[in-house]
């Protein structure tokens, strides 16, 4: 008889444990296997009690020991779960928050100057703000794409010139932004991207996702 | 005691009967195995999860797997080797643990209340005993993990989040001190008539009173959800420092403040075509 309840028991957590088995998140299996076996140690414990001659302190004693462990097992899982995805969701926005940051130093670092050369120029020899951008930041431009000494490939800087309007979409390839379906300008999905768009009247920096 | 006038008890024969010596074998095989079976990997090393609770062990795969994420590697396979793990654990502390330790007290329980005292009786019931007391060690071990990490974890996800609520508080001011230094170095690029300084942080709001520029003239509010903030000092309209006091207080009692040091942003000379 022992067998056939330990063969129950085992498939009553076997089975959700397979059929819920994700190769990256344990947790839906272990969810899964585990209620299973909460359901079949409940039963299981009162079936014992129940047909076993013992003494009503026993019963009593065993079935409150029973339910501390079973109410212990669900607090400390809701509890772990909890906290390893608010550990998961912090080291989200601490990456979003470096990569914001870092962008935002790109990005200024590559428009301020050029503005700065803008409003010093002679009137007698005027250039337009995106020929100043581009005759500053030659150096930095290739194939379409800024590239910004010291910072990580993942960092994708594309600008867009018209005399009158510098528009720069970077986007961090690694950070995730607000919205899981975003589509950045470099083909991702999902990632931040901030845009700044520099006029003669400054820069107006924007986060896009 | 004299052996040639008493007779040996034959109570002290029966603890060293076959049927003890079985138990004591088992119960010896048991925990040799709980001993080394953590060892069985290949490089001879414990293997955490193997006695590990399963939701401490997801929940260093759901951090590890975080990590991965924010270094910008994609997320790795959980091994074969530790899902099987995974549910092993299951099993034991769920099914295994507890149907060995609750049959094998019933049968204890029946088998006392049966008349007679027959040695196969004694062999069955102590052989019962060592299988009690390996699983009762499994199972007391799995209650116990789990009541006091029930116990513990809520203080230490407290402690988490609080210590979270202050990194957060204190990197959106830092944020806030970063926005205010780069309107103050565009204030310092744009012309007058555009609204700057022009190679100055002096107001050009009042031309006649000599006064630096404020935050409202950088067009900031001193005052956010975050904290409040002021210019500290300008020196030479090349350094500015700016101030920031937070809203949420430390564990002393005081307000958290930061200064941030601002120098004036070099004009890259270009070469315009």
Known sequence: ?????????????????????????????????????????????????????????????????SLIAIVGTVISWTTMYEMS????????????????????????????????????QKASAHSPIGKIFLATNRERIHDGFCRVPDEPCYFDI??????????????????????????NANGLRGRLQVSAVLTEKGVRYERQN | MNDKTEQPNPDRITEFSPGTIRALIIATCATLLLVFLPYSNRDRSPSPQTFAPPQIVAAGVTVAQSINDFQGMPAERIRLRMRLSLLVSLLVGFVIAPVCVFWTWRFLQLKKLEPGKSDEKKNKHLAAKALMIVAGILLMYFCVSNVSSAILSPMVYNTLKLDNLMDRHRNAILQDLADIDYRAKQYLALPRELGGGYHSFKSTRDSRAERWVTLEELGLSAETKNGTYSIVTVKDDTLLVLKGVGKIPLADGTLPTYEFRSSQILSIPAKVN
């Not at chain 1, 839906?28 to 079936?47: C, D, E, R």
């Not at chain 1, 009158?164 to 995730?176: G, N």
């Open chain 1, 158 to 183: 594309r600008p867009l010139i018209t005399d009158s309007v510098v528009t720069l979409t970077m986007v961090d390839s690694v950070a995730h932004g607000d919205k899981d379906g975003f589509a």
């Open chain 1, 1 to 65: 008889m022992a067998i056939v309840w330990m063969v129950v028991g085992s498939l009553m957590v076997v089975v959700p444990f397979l059929l819920f088995d994700n190769p990256i998140d344990p947790w839906p299996s272990i969810i899964a296997g585990g209620i299973g076996g909460t359901l079949f140690v409940m039963v299981f414990v009162f079936y014992v009690l129940w047909k076993t001659p013992f003494s009503k302190l026993v019963k009593v004693v065993s079935v409150s020991i």
């Open chain 1, 85 to 120: 995805h608010f550990q998961q969701s912090l080291l989200k926005s601490i990456r979003t928050s470096i990569g914001y940051t870092i962008l935002q130093d790109c990005a200024y670092g590559l428009v301020l100057p050029p503005l700065r050369t803008y409003h010093e």
